[in-house]
């Protein structure tokens, strides 16, 4: 077994050190969601927090972590005799963001459980993470399906499988732990508020402690053993203080003036339910045990508010999750609580994150901010348009709700809300021979498959002689996320400033439909001369509507340019993700200038989608009493479909929802 990083050894962070701790202390908290850029030891600091965690009681020979002074009258591995038990540490463990559902919740023999009557189980990583920690690096890329499990398990703290009629139940309370990039997209606001605290993390600025990061971790590498022996000293006195925390938790009052501090500040900030409210009141507590305070006091407030609130205030998925300090501490003032507290109290003892403690305010970044800046700097490099001049960006007219767009046929893409396809879960539509291991039985197909071979078998009694080559797999339709590739005209003939900026709320509208429903999305502008990759094929939409807003206009429409970098996005992520069908979504007026033939060769650049089978829909930008059709004729030649402003809206006159089709060549 490898040594991990001592959690004592690593360099600033103090935030997240902080909540990891807390959730240490007080594990009802609720976990802990680690947003920040890659390569700020996330992942690190997470796996050094199971080193600190105290030793577990454990039934002997249970199977899922079983506390010998109250083991779970439901487990599969019980009834337990009182006595045996065993002394283990707490367990961390890892969800990797390809596992399977039977990874995660464990599997039924099928095949003994029809033929036997018999419920063999092997546990999943549910079971294991039961009392421990269960890790999910890159949370925010994890499918739909086993978020949903994640949900049922947190919030009911049991795992239940159930399969054609058999069915398993154990005990799943685990301290929930996740790690995210934003750049890579966002989580479901569901799974968000799962999570207790947040922490954003960032890289240091300053050189002396980036120095003494690459130190240590240079010194770790070298010899991990000896560096850890090193920090053994400083790993014991926090052990040793979670362990009196743990035990001055109970102790720890609450008083009514902190309460009304804790529910006036989650009201002033607008979140939604009541669970922001009790999370505080769980991490102000844990605070004041970790200061080693029985009191909780208005900065223990101020610090659960800091951890607990900046990830339930998204409305959308482009807000950047953080709290206005100022506004905060107008709050606690105005709603200051009447208990008597000491004028000068004890910080309590130092350590990893202080005792309640205030952040430092600027340490994070704010969310959006650097993202919002890139394509200025890329942008600098553009060649000047000819023609009209370039004008600066303007903002995107207010979003609104969207007609559904989808891709015709059937797809096996990646797990989705946009258009049809064969997945693990959806209604049964069929059923077939499973390819390696059986996930979903079909029953009526395997007792037909069965049946006809009973005589031959022997059955002499009520039960059914089951064999491999009996079962059947259920195959099911559901939905997929797909590609979803905006193109958009920013040329001179889009520039009015009115019109630009219904296109761009068009657009941003389209890029919140595909946030709800799972896509991954790019962005390809064209104007100029030339056309750009805006933003490659990313499942960070928010990423996208940043890029939208710093988009300048003006010179001539390049169209073929655009569909043409278009095609190469497309044959490049092909290679990619095979199986993630593209969507274009050409937003344009249809006109072509600049070149020679610029409109014959942008018909030619749009067939080439036809020709591929891409599915597209055309978004016509022309407005005023005298319209030309060119947008209708250009989705003629891209065997697609094309739509107004107007009637992209779900709640127009003409907005039924309908499929993206492909029209006669």
Not at 51 to 66: I, K, Y
Not at 412 to 425: K, L, V
Not at 445 to 474: C, E, F, I, N
Not at 599 to 621: I, N, Q, T
């Amino acid at each position: 077994m490898s040594t991990p990083f001592p959690f004592t050894a690593v360099v600033g962070q103090d935030d997240l050190r902080l909540a990891l701790l807390l959730n240490a202390v007080s594990p009802a908290v609720g976990g802990v969601l680690v947003r920040g850029e890659k390569g700020t030891a996330k992942s690190t600091a997470v796996r050094a927090l199971s080193a600190l965690m105290p030793t577990l009681d454990v039934v002997s020979g249970c199977r899922f972590s079983c506390d010998p002074g109250s083991p779970d009258p439901g487990c599969p591995d019980g009834p337990h005799e009182p006595g045996a038990f065993e002394t283990r540490a707490a367990r961390m463990v890892e969800l990797p963001v390809g596992a399977s559902e039977d990874r995660l919740v464990g599997a039924l023999d099928i095949e003994r459980a029809l033929s036997e009557g018999v419920k063999a189980f092997e546990p999943g990583l549910l079971a294991d993470a039961h009392r421990g920690i269960l890790y999910v690096d890159e949370v925010n890329l994890l499918h739909d399906h086993l978020v949903d499990l994640l949900l049922d398990a947190a919030a009911m703290g049991a795992s239940y499988v159930e399969r054609e009629g058999v069915s398993v139940r154990h005990a799943a309370r685990f301290l929930l732990v996740g790690t995210m990039n934003p750049e890579e997209g966002e989580l479901r606001p569901q799974l968000l508020d799962r999570f207790g605290l947040t922490v954003e993390v960032a890289a240091s600025r300053e050189p002396d402690q980036r120095v003494e990061v690459v130190r240590r971790r240079l010194a770790y590498d070298d010899d991990p053993g000896a560096f850890a022996a090193r920090w053994a000293e400083e790993e014991a006195a926090v052990r040793a203080r979670i362990v009196a925390a743990r035990e001055l938790l109970p102790s720890v009052r609450l008083g009514d003036g902190a309460l009304r501090q804790i529910a006036a500040t989650c009201a002033a900030f607008e979140v939604d339910g009541m669970r922001a409210d009790i999370v505080m009141a769980r991490t102000a507590t844990a605070l004041a045990a970790w200061a080693g305070r029985t009191d909780v006091l208005a900065e223990d407030v101020r610090q659960a508010a800091l951890l607990a609130l900046p990830h339930r205030r998204r409305r959308n998925p482009f807000d950047a999750p953080g709290l206005d300090e100022d506004k905060l501490d107008e709050t606690l003032e105005e709603f200051g609580g009447s208990d008597d507290e000491d004028p000068d109290p004890d910080p309590g003892p130092d350590g990893p994150g202080g005792g309640g403690g205030q952040p430092e305010p600027d340490d994070a970044p704010q969310g959006g901010d650097d993202t919002a800046a890139r394509p200025e700097a890329g942008e600098g490099g553009q060649p000047q348009p000819s023609g009209a001049g370039e004008q600066s960006a303007v903002r995107a007219s207010e979003p609104f709700r969207t007609k559904v767009l989808s891709v015709p046929g059937i797809g096996e893409g990646a797990a989705g809300r946009r258009s049809r396809a064969r997945t693990e879960h959806g209604r049964t539509t069929g059923a077939r021979r499973p390819r390696g291991a059986l996930t979903k039985l079909h029953l009526a197909a395997t007792v037909q498959a069965a049946a006809p071979h009973q005589r031959a078998r022997g059955r002499s009694g009520p039960g059914l002689v089951v064999r491999r080559d009996d079962l059947r797999q259920a195959t099911r339709e559901g939905r997929e996320g797909n590609l979803v590739l905006f193109v958009v005209d920013a040329s001179g003939s889009m520039a009015a400033r009115q019109r630009m900026s219904a296109v761009k709320g068009a657009v941003l509208s389209l890029l919140l439909d595909a946030y709800q429903r799972r896509d991954k999305v790019g962005l390809v502008t064209f104007r100029g001369t030339d056309a750009e990759v805006a933003l490659p094929p990313t499942s960070s939409v928010d990423a996208a509507a940043a890029r939208l807003e710093t988009l300048p206009t003006g010179g001539r429409t390049p169209l073929a340019a655009g569909l043409l970098r278009a095609h190469d996005v497309l044959r490049v992520e092909r290679l990619r993700d095979p199986a993630r069908r593209p969507l274009v979504v050409l937003v344009t007026d249809g006109r072509a200038t600049g070149g020679p033939e610029p409109v014959a060769l942008a018909g030619r650049a749009a067939r080439l989608f036809a020709a591929d089978g891409v599915a597209s829909v055309v978004v016509d930008c022309e407005s005023g009493p005298v319209r030309l059709g060119l947008a209708g004729q250009l989705a003629g030649e891209l065997g697609g479909t094309a739509v107004t402003l107007d009637e992209l809206r779900a709640d127009s006159i003409a907005g039924l929802v309908k499929d993206v089709q492909r029209r006669a060549a």
